[in-house]
């Protein structure tokens, strides 16, 4: 069973600058969510993606937007960087069957500088 | 906001049990207990989770009090490399209300 993968592992980008992220989910799982994490700081829930549409949203700017593609796997797309979106992305994919989802399970993260 | 109130740092002597608290007074009656731990700036790691009974993996125990206003997770040997952030997390399995809201967690170091 492959897990969750991500890539690329760190980034660095300037200000003004747009940034693509990528995350293949763990085998048999089509739901993704993605997450931010700042330095000393607990994950904050970005959005989820479930058959290709956003479903749910964290008090994140429109700037922030992603996509699910047909083999589940997801892209996150921040445009217009600023210094504070420097953080670490997660990545976590889960089932959903029935209405509900299972566990979600996390990538390794990339690491996002913006100077 | 988290849903969950840890204690911000634990020490545990390796090979002993560690035992990290969690109270969730406010958690609803669908919603699940979750622990997921975070070594220096990787991934969460999920450890386990639970509704109402206690459990056990490979990894650790889950202890959730009757009344579901707290938990304790238990791991039974504690090693060096289980030195992590431990996050507590209530969550609905719902679809919709799957987010993970993670608190500021226990950071817990095992001394050799």
């Known amino acids: 069973e492959t897990g969750v993968t991500q890539s690329p592992t760190h980034l660095i980008k300037t200000r003004g600058q747009q940034v693509t992220l990528r995350c293949s989910s763990q085998?048999?799982?089509?739901?993704v969510s993605w997450y931010q994490q700042a330095l000393g700081q607990g994950p904050q829930f970005i959005f989820q993606?479930?058959?290709?549409?956003?479903?749910g949203r964290g008090n994140f700017p429109p700037r922030f937007s992603g996509l699910q593609f047909p083999n589940y796997s997801s892209e996150l797309n921040v445009n217009a960087l600023e210094l504070d979106d420097s953080a670490l992305y997660l990545c976590?994919?889960?089932?959903?069957?029935?209405?509900?989802?299972?566990?979600?399970?996390f990538g390794p993260g990339t690491r996002l500088t913006v100077l | 906001d988290a849903k969950t109130t840890q204690p911000p740092s634990m020490d545990c002597a390796e090979g002993r049990a560690a035992n990290l608290p969690c109270n969730h007074s406010t958690i609803s009656g669908n919603e699940y207990v979750y622990w997921y731990r975070q070594i220096h700036s990787q991934g969460p790691q999920y450890i386990i989770h639970?509704?109402?009974n206690n459990e056990t993996n490979e990894m650790a125990s889950l202890i959730i009090t009757e009344d579901r206003k707290s938990s304790t997770l238990i791991l039974p040997h504690a090693t060096l490399r289980d030195t992590a952030v431990y996050y507590c997390i209530v969550r609905d399995h719902n679809f919709g209300n799957e987010k993970l809201t993670f608190g500021t967690g226990t950071r817990l170091t095992i001394i050799p």
């Open positions: 976590a994919s889960s089932s959903l069957r029935g209405g509900s989802t299972d566990t979600q399970y």
């Open positions: 639970g509704l109402k």
């Open positions: 085998s048999g799982h089509n739901t």
């Open positions: 993606y479930y058959r290709e549409e956003e479903n």
